[in-house]
């Protein structure tokens, strides 16, 4: 029997953007499901805006609207968005280009590029601790710094996530 699930369970996620005083960047998240299927030998992707219900397995659009309602340049703005509970990271990131980095972490408190994890693992007959990637499976949070977000200008950023 599949497991439904309902997406008010997924919903608890917050996008945020860091900042010092009023607010200058207003970021609305939306989640939307993505269905796959294969036309004329190439993938093509059909989106279903906000589902009601989804199933294990399925594959949802983390959607993040960055806004800049402050009439001005805004500098430096982060955006960070937590892998929802109930899912597990499915790529698909926007990647960093010259305006913004797009940062991962495996813990919500550390992010780079390739978020490292510590392992031990039996090298030659002897017990070794070393750093390794982590799969992007284990990512938690995705975060993108932004150099500067225009006067009125509006980013969407996203990634993808599946549902367990």
Same mark, same amino acid.
């Given at each position: 029997m599949k497991k439904l699930i309902t997406l008010l369970a997924l919903t608890g996620t917050m996008a945020t953007a860091q900042q010092t005083a009023a607010p200058a960047v207003k970021v609305t998240l939306t989640q939307d499901q993505i269905k796959t299927a294969t036309v004329d030998g190439k993938a093509v992707?059909?989106?279903?805006?906000? @589902?009601?219900?989804?199933?294990?397995?399925?594959?949802?659009?983390?959607? +993040?609207? +960055? +806004?800049? +309602?402050?009439?001005?340049?805004?500098?430096? @703005?982060i955006i960070s968005v937590p892998v929802p509970k109930g899912t597990v990271y499915a790529g698909s990131a926007t990647p960093g280009n010259d305006r913004w980095n797009t940062l991962y972490s495996i813990d919500g408190k550390a992010y780079s590029a390739t978020p490292m994890k510590t392992v031990t693992v039996t090298e030659n007959g002897k017990s070794v601790t070393k750093q390794v990637a982590a799969p992007a499976s284990e990512y938690t949070n995705v975060r993108w710094l932004i150099g500067q977000l225009g006067a009125d200008e509006t980013l969407k950023l996203s990634f993808r996530v599946r549902v367990n």
């Amino acid at each position: 029997m599949k497991k439904l699930i309902t997406l008010l369970a997924l919903t608890g996620t917050m996008a945020t953007a860091q900042q010092t005083a009023a607010p200058a960047v207003k970021v609305t998240l939306t989640q939307d499901q993505i269905k796959t299927a294969t036309v004329d030998g190439k993938a093509v992707d059909t989106v279903i805006a906000s @589902p009601k219900t989804v199933l294990p397995g399925d594959v949802l659009r983390e959607e +993040v609207t +960055v +806004v800049n +309602v402050s009439g001005k340049p805004v500098k430096s @703005p982060i955006i960070s968005v937590p892998v929802p509970k109930g899912t597990v990271y499915a790529g698909s990131a926007t990647p960093g280009n010259d305006r913004w980095n797009t940062l991962y972490s495996i813990d919500g408190k550390a992010y780079s590029a390739t978020p490292m994890k510590t392992v031990t693992v039996t090298e030659n007959g002897k017990s070794v601790t070393k750093q390794v990637a982590a799969p992007a499976s284990e990512y938690t949070n995705v975060r993108w710094l932004i150099g500067q977000l225009g006067a009125d200008e509006t980013l969407k950023l996203s990634f993808r996530v599946r549902v367990n």
